[in-house]
């Protein structure tokens, strides 16, 4: 007889976002007239770039055509994207990341959930609180945890690195010792960003300790302040214990195209494996690379027309960040990030429960944002709105909070 | 200190069709003047059909325009996807698979590799030999299996059941009991087609003992007798059983564009777990939708259009796989598939090995197969040419090794 994975019953009812979109769907049944504006979920609102769109439909003339057919892509993806990413994104930051340290896969929560199989389930796994839910439950399916601890409000055997006001939202140093850490800049949900000094600390100790940080930069286009890391490479010695993961999603509104990349530098060497042998190895048998016409819409976002037209798109969506802001704050809300992140990192009013706000403001206010606790116990108490929706809907949404909260109080 | 995956360390060598490419590669950089046909990866050759770049180029079209655009897909698919599949390969076959029990993939190999994450690592797994490597090498990654026997040059732990010319290529009952069961028709690598009967009595095998069938249908598109089943469902009790793969690679030249999906029957449950809630967990978690260009494009596949073009193109394959089995025939070579399955299965003369005729073909043809070996140690003897190619380069190849045989001879 069969068995299952039991490490699946550990986990906590339905991914998040699942939950979220499930209860606004019942809202929506109740009252078919109301005008939902979303700015839950983390996804984008403005259509492709035309320089994108120029390069898709050029890739598939080309996949028409026998003499410029292509089948399967290499599995680590094309050179012609790797080379463009290790110049542009590393190169030109100064950072020695070679074409061959990089994976291209289809997208950055696919990586981040993978990367754990090429280590050890004996590892110990520190994580951020909040958290990107999928870096918790790609371990907690593995096998690198206990039970769901009920009164705590998160797992046995997880190391938790509490994310607080008082201390910038920036996590300190566990007192327990982990193997691996994973570390989100600009961070989402709380919407902070790191500074090189504080990172270098990091990388300082992942060296001293041989842990390994899993970064994930995802959000990397929204810093604006020009002193801040854009990857952990930055930082000395990183190659020696990070790997990053990037995305698409968000620089260039790829979240229904799918297009990431992981960078596991050849430096990196653990129990005498290099770490790069067995992500090759993982992704030669486990995927089949992405698929060619997106390799070609992710080269356009290199273009000097991509790079325009996307810097402007980031605007946009910052331009609704500082609306969010703003007007938060001018309503007497307690708010952070927004400034080199697209998240929004709010208090609720008067210590009310993260997920009784998120019913609060669907209810009074159809606006959906995502509760803090959702992303773990510390962030009971906040709420995370996010900066990709359309700019009237965001201004609405942002009127509309304003209006209740008047009334509320 | 972080520990790796220390599974991965069993495996043997590279994937592969890496392996291969490797040393063409080489072959070739020694030859620079050779023109190397490729029969060895199934990779396709033909362009994309016009019914699916049209649909292409207007699902870019909507990605373009702030009012179509998609973000996000439904982690499972988008529901005209599903629907079209569960109408059009199940239903009107008489198999009851609803679109819920749908989930669309980014490929066959994605889902194969990543299926076994939802059962214990306790369970035993039984293959084919031959088989495609997938099967085998995620359940090793997995820790399902002990090490490599080089004697026996296959892993302790795991079920091997042989496929024979004496036994037509299909397996028997294995005299150990598995619980998991990969069974791949039309198969790779042998082009051996299943009947219905034979696969009812796996089905009720399954149903008896308790295991679940891993049925990887991804070459059905190639049946040209119409008494053979195109999917598992078509027996009797398969969705208590079995959960089934399918891609749109070959029906559809989808290699470079990656698409598939995995039906998973809400009937399936094991330990008091329903596969399915295990399974929307996983993608839900560790996936986040497959392109909604790709869907599209995937939806055109089963318009009139798109139809009539692809039955176009099948038959175009189909015509090379009687090239290659008649031509082979007719220089002395015992061959099988070819008929039901877009892969020929030929004898190496004189009981050379199947390493040693890829060279032999490699280097006095520039011919590229792949050496049965690869796909376990019953392949031995065996080597697989693919129907993929091109047709005049096809005709080429098969007279080159007519050639190069009467020479030998």
Redesign the interface.
Known sequence: ??????N??K?QG??LF?TIAKKVAAHQKENPEAEIIRLG?G??????A?AI?KA??KA??E????ET?????P?QGYEFLRNTISEQDYRARGCEISPEELFIS??A??DC??IQ???????RVAVCDPVY??YV??NV?AGRTGNFNQERGNYDGLIYMPCTESGGFIPEIPREIP??IYLCFPNNPTGTAITKPQLQEWVDYANR????ILYDAAYEAYISNPELPHSIYECDGATECAIEFRSFSKNA?F????LGFTVVPKNLK??G?G?WD?WE??Q???????????QRAGEAVYTPEGRQELSAQVSYYMENARIIREGLEGAGFTVYGGIDAPYIWMKTPENMGSWEFFAYLLEKANVVGTPGEGFGACGEGYFRLTAFG?REKTKQAIERIRQIESIRK
Chains 1, 2 share one sequence.
């Open positions: 007889m069969v068995t299952v994975n039991k699946y019953l986990l339905n991914y699942s979920i996804d984008v609102t403005q259509p492709l035309p769109l898709l439909h598939v003339e996949m028409g055509n026998v057919f292509r089948g399967y892509a599995e289809d997208g929560k696919s959930g993978n199989e090429i280590f050890g389930t004996d590892n839910p999928v439950d790609t399916m193997d691996l300790i041989g842990a390994v509104g979240t229904g195209v799918r653990r129990n494996a770490l067995l190895r993982r030669g048998t486990r995927f089949n690379g992405a698929p060619y016409l997106v359309d």
